[in-house]
């Protein structure tokens, strides 16, 4: 069993900043990409940003420039930090993990259960 426990969302005005954290527990012999996903209300699921685990990271268009992911390898932990947020970046926002299971051996995939951001005035 893995377990992502996801943390930072709240309210934020347009312009502010938050840093989502998304930590990783469990049978897990190997972490691989780690990444960032969202959907806002009447959407599909969308990228957000992903990270590998050599860190080479890959950023929606709509992220580029604003958000940052990166990760602590040591703690299983991904980040994302979010600037000049819009109201458009309105979503809740899910933490996805790729990993080998110290238990079978596989490679699986994980979500984490979601983190409300609202960028309004």
């Known amino acids: 069993q893995v377990q992502l426990v996801e943390s930072g969302g709240g309210l934020v005005q347009p312009g502010g900043s938050l840093r989502l954290s998304c930590a990783a527990s469990?049978?897990?012999?190997?972490?691989?990409?780690m990444g960032w996903y969202r959907q806002a209300p009447g959407k599909e699921r969308e990228l957000v940003a992903t990270?590998?685990?050599?860190?080479?990271?890959n950023y929606a268009d709509s992220a580029k420039g604003r958000f940052t992911i990166s990760r602590e390898s040591g703690k299983n932990t991904v980040y994302l930090h979010m600037n000049s947020l819009k109201p458009e970046d309105t979503a809740v926002y899910y933490c996805?993990?790729?990993?080998?299971?110290?238990?079978?051996?596989?490679?699986?995939?994980?979500w984490g259960q979601g983190t409300l951001v609202t960028v309004s005035s």
């Open positions: 996805n993990l790729n990993f080998r299971s110290s238990e079978s051996y596989r490679w699986l995939e994980v």
């Open positions: 469990g049978s897990i012999l190997r972490l691989n990409a």
């Open positions: 990270i590998s685990s050599g860190a080479v990271t």
